[in-house]
């Protein structure tokens, strides 16, 4: 399982819910619910036409598990409960605590889009760090690389390459860009 994967789920779940669904059946249901079939961890979150149904699949999932409140506003600490329980890593835990402490969004009546905006607040936040926004490298793949059979190996190097964010930028991206030539392979 992707470590992005995982931060999705600590994200949008807590760890003590009310119901005895699991994780991936109460996103299933929430998917089914709203009828959004896409895959939530590999959508781009800084897209204008970010669709409805994600979004509201966000919230229903946050309701689900206690951490949208009824007027719209977040529970942070039922939040940082799933990050305790779900994530491992502790450089990653930390980064999402304090994500979950730095993202302020107002309760709002709409709640599909204020789910929208704290989960977007808080990959942004993590983003900042050194990490990698692998959509976008995805999307200069797609542009720049003419031949079909080195890109199909760069998308796929992109998606196994899991470089853990760094403080020094730099080091993280000499880290990120080795993996996937290891990955990819001779052309």
Request: charged share 40%.
């Amino acid at each position: 399982m992707q470590c992005s994967y995982l931060i999705f789920l600590a994200v949008v779940c807590t760890a003590h819910s009310v119901l005895s669904m699991s994780l991936k059946e109460i996103s299933d249901a929430c998917k089914k619910e709203y009828n959004f079939d896409g895959d939530l961890d590999k959508i781009n979150y800084d897209d204008p036409e970010f669709p409805k149904e994600a979004k509201c699949t966000l919230a229903c999932s946050f309701e689900k598990k206690g951490v949208m409140k009824a007027d719209g506003s977040f529970d942070k600490e039922k939040d940082k409960e799933a990050v305790e329980e779900i994530v491992k890593d502790e450089v990653l835990k930390a980064k999402l605590m304090a994500a979950i402490d730095e993202c302020d969004v107002t309760a709002n009546a709409d709640k599909c889009e204020a789910a929208y905006e704290f989960v977007k607040c808080k990959k942004a936040k993590l983003k900042a760090d050194g990490s990698f926004d692998k959509e976008k490298d995805k999307e200069a793949v797609e542009e720049i690389v003419k031949d079909e059979v080195l890109k199909a190996k760069l998308m796929a190097a992109i998606d196994e390459c899991d470089v853990t964010a760094k403080a020094d930028k730099c080091e993280a991206a000499y880290e990120f860009v080795k993996c996937k030539k290891a990955k990819a392979g001779p052309h």
